[in-house]
């Protein structure tokens, strides 16, 4: 069977739910079960197949994990209840004190706290390596090194790195490699299939699609999953069942809103880049894009995230747009559109100095001041394009 017909109907038994056509909301903490014997065995954990608590598992959870199992070709996956909750349950899940961490610089910026903030705390060494610096990542691997943390591409920077490179370097020194795939989502990009251990997903973006749900997910096999499984239960950010859900109905169209969300989010940076008073469009879809080639060769489309520098005030044009939300998250509905310079506060830069010693990028004073981040949403595009115009007007550019 084809993905799109089994993102319908994977692990939905309908003769289970009285022939219901869409699988109901299993709003229960606990299940209840016939005698005491067969309560005992599921606590011994030698019942797997049965339900014990919703913090462990859940009907209507299970069903998500199996389908984003399947369409990231991995053997599971686990659901939290925010992508910041999936990324700390793999940093904590995989490293003991003692081991060595290597994070992308450019990967979302929280993640990068976590690990600048609480794994020190728990005597964890952590190493931020730009993009660029990825190329020679042999030199950066310490016998003690467990974990590579990764994002391609990047949602601030839209940086891609050589997935298949990474994993294979990482797989001679024994480390495990994470990587965070939500930009691209799984319609578009199957990291496992190039070696990676662990994806990681904010569903909260395209896979939820909606902006009505906090959602993180991790897919993988093999001890690193286990590890990470294991860990979500002792965390307990589980998935609420209706946020599940939720999450199934965003599935039954990821592939038709991934459509149209690159046809879309192409047409206005084609735009963009015509447009006179644009310095540079930041899309890695478009043939002036630096990594163009390993960027068709890794991902099968490209989303609705990008960014783009004119010449002139990026406060000044957002503020000028009507269509165009203002706000931080993407891969929802509406259209949303941020200054860059926004995402980074004033005391960014001093703080990450403070932290590493030396500080990692992106850094606030290397952000150009006119960068401006645009996450395409389902509208249509001329009047997206429209909209755009007001922006260029209150910056003086007219076209
Ligand atoms: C938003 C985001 C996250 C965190 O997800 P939440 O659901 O907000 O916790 C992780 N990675 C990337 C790339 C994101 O954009």
Redesign the pocket.
């Known amino acids: 069977m084809q993905r799109d017909t089994r993102l319908q109907h994977l692990g939905e038994d309908r003769q289970l739910h009285l022939g219901a056509a869409v699988p109901p909301v299993f709003r229960t903490s606990l299940f209840a079960f016939p005698d005491v014997e067969s309560i005992e065995r599921s606590l011994q954990g030698k019942d797997r197949g049965r339900f014990l608590y919703s913090r462990n598992s859940n009907p209507t959870t299970r069903i998500l994990e199996r389908k984003i199992a399947d369409i990231e070709g991995t053997e599971d996956a686990a659901a939290f209840s925010?992508?910041?909750?999936?990324?700390s349950a793999v940093l904590l899940g995989l490293l003991s004190r003692g081991d060595h961490l290597i994070l992308q610089a450019s990967?979302?910026g929280?993640?990068l706290a976590f690990a600048k903030q609480v794994l020190p705390r728990f005597g964890i060494d952590v190493t931020f390596l730009a993009v660029e610096q990825f190329e020679q990542i042999e030199s950066h691997f310490r016998p003690s090194t467990r974990l590579v943390y990764a994002?391609s591409p990047?949602?601030v920077t839209f940086d891609v790195i050589d997935i298949e490179r990474l994993t294979s370097s990482a797989r001679g020194r024994g480390a495990a490699v994470a990587l965070?795939n939500?930009?691209a989502t799984p319609i578009f990009q199957q990291p496992a299939r190039l070696g990676a251990d662990l994806v990681?997903?904010?569903?909260?973006?395209y896979i939820g699609g909606h902006s009505d749900i906090?959602?993180?997910l991790v897919a993988g096999g093999g001890s690193p999953f286990s590890a990470v499984r294991s860990i979500a239960t002792q965390l307990g950010a589980a998935l609420s069942p209706e946020d599940a859900f939720l999450a199934l109905r965003g599935l039954r169209t990821l592939p038709l809103r991934m459509r149209r969300h690159e046809e879309s989010g192409l047409e206005v940076a084609r735009w963009l880049e015509k447009r006179p008073g644009v310095l540079r469009v930041l899309h890695p879809g478009l043939p002036s894009f630096a990594r163009l080639d390993l960027a068709r060769r890794q991902m099968q489309g490209t989303s609705g995230l990008f960014s783009f520098q004119i010449r002139g005030d990026a406060r000044s044009f957002v503020n000028a747009l009507k269509l165009f939300c203002i706000g931080?998250?993407?891969?929802g509905h509406e259209s949303l559109a941020l200054p860059a310079v926004s995402m980074f506060p004033p005391a960014f830069d001093a703080e990450a100095g403070k932290e590493t010693g030396k500080p990692a990028p992106p850094l606030r004073s290397d952000l150009p001041p006119g960068l401006i981040r645009l996450s395409i949403g389902l509208e249509d595009p001329r009047d997206l394009i429209a909209d755009l115009e007001k922006g260029f007007g209150a910056v003086g550019l007219v076209g």
């Not at 925010?82 to 990324?87: L, Y």
């Not at 990681?200 to 973006?205: D, L, V």
């Open positions: 925010s992508g910041m909750a999936a990324i990967a979302y929280p993640a994002e990047a949602s965070d939500s930009w990681i997903h904010s569903g909260t973006k906090l959602l993180g931080v998250s993407w891969g």
